[in-house]
DNA sequence: ATCCCGAGGG
DNA sequence: CCCTCTGGAT
């Protein structure tokens, strides 16, 4: 067993133990309400599209009335979640799809969500894991993606498909829907982007970065 | 590689 | 001012 499976272990263990909650933190009700939220969350908070969402389910709950509503009413709803025009466009399409294509319900397989326009393998991840269990791929957030790399798990940084590939040899499948959670909320409150706090954590005497950093 | 896009932090 | 936030399409 190479070393980076056993580092995968401690991390998980680790993470386990300080985040004892992880979990997807966008709120909704039903798939398509996930899936219009998760659309949301592209290059924005999780805590910012919980604000827009309560106004957006309200006004249009289903997929039929996403599918049916007025684009520029949609848009002034999502507006501060940020790429508003592209998000609206890519939530009333998919909601069109479901509606015509798959009898108003979200489609459980991969490859029918990839078919959804604005939605590739980290929305589908979510959607898979959040509503049905299903872990055929590892959600690769911003997070994730710059944590793996910090942590010398994957060789590249700009690339998700690649970083997921390589993360899926590393990971058991059965920590495949944790993971994601436990390296969002660790990017959250230590590794950060910007000034990660490698002396508070846990993971420091495994991650080449950490070792890296002075403090 | 570039575009979409707002809001908050440093 | 610059960077970042559960990305995806062209």
Redesign the pocket.
């Known amino acids: 067993m190479s070393l980076n499976v056993e580092q995968v272990t401690t991390a998980v263990t680790r993470l386990r133990h300080m985040y004892p909650d992880a ?4 709120n909704y009700e039903t798939p398509i309400q996930l899936l219009a939220a ?2 949301l ?9 919980n604000q827009v969402t309560p106004t957006l389910f309200a006004r249009f709950p289903d997929a039929p009335a996403l599918a049916a509503a007025d684009r520029a009413e949609l ?1 002034e709803i999502i ?12 939530i009333q399409e998919s909601a069109q799809t479901i509606v015509h294509e798959y009898g108003g319900e979200v489609p459980q397989r991969m490859e029918e969500l ?1 078919k ?11 959607v898979l894991g ?1 509503i049905y269990g299903r872990a055929e791929g590892i ?8 944590i793996a790399y910090r942590l010398g798990w994957t060789t590249t940084n ?1 690339d ?1 498909v690649k970083v997921e590939q390589e993360l899926m040899a590393l990971i058991p499948q059965e920590s495949w829907i944790e993971i ?2 436990l390296l ?1 909320f660790h ?2 409150a230590l590794c ?4 990660p706090d490698c002396p508070a954590c846990p993971l420091r005497d495994i991650c080449p970065e950490g070792q890296r950093v002075i403090g």
């Open positions: 979990h997807c933190e966008l998760t659309i969350s592209a290059q924005c908070t999780d805590e910012r599209v848009e507006r501060p979640t940020g790429f508003f025009r592209q998000k609206a466009k890519f990839l959804l326009n604005g939605v590739a393998r980290k929305t589908a991840n979510v959040e959600t690769v957030d911003t997070h994730v993606k710059r700009d998700p994601s959670h969002i990017g959250r950060k982007a910007r000034r």
